[in-house]
Nanobody, 113 residues
Framework: VQLQASGGGLVQPGGSLRLSCQAS????????VAWYRQVQGNERELVAG???????VQANFVQGRFAISRDNAKNMAYLQMNNLKPEEAAVYYC????????WGPGTLVTVSS
């Protein structure tokens, strides 16, 4: 299984980014799928996800600003992030939910003016 996140970059505070997740070797929706992030110096943490049952899960800090969507035909998932804050600069990863021990390189998001 390979999970490749992309779409990161530099965005100003209050801006938006859409991250993409391409999976190969396994359907992204064979289980739940989620986005995680690792702020420099901190442990990796859950951002938001969708359970296999379809129910959503999100960290308290999301506060409705992020949304997950998917394209089953392409085996891809997306994370739309709005109103980003400087402290949310991190490497963002996609994985299953619960996560499996296969992490791609992630995509770097920088939030700065």
């Amino acid at each position: 299984v390979q999970l490749q996140a992309s779409g990161g970059g530099l965005v100003q505070p209050g801006g938006s980014l859409r991250l993409s997740c391409q999976a190969s070797g396994r359907s992204l929706w064979s289980d739940g799928v989620a986005w995680y992030r690792q702020v420099q110096g901190n442990e990796r943490e859950l951002v938001a996800g969708v359970r296999r049952s379809g129910g959503g899960v999100q960290a308290n800090f999301v506060q409705g600003r992020f949304a997950i969507s998917r394209d089953n035909a392409k085996n891809m998932a997306y994370l739309q992030m709005n109103n980003l804050k400087p402290e949310e600069a991190a490497v963002y990863y996609c994985n299953f939910y619960p996560a499996v021990d296969t992490w791609g390189p992630g995509t770097l998001v920088t939030v700065s003016s």
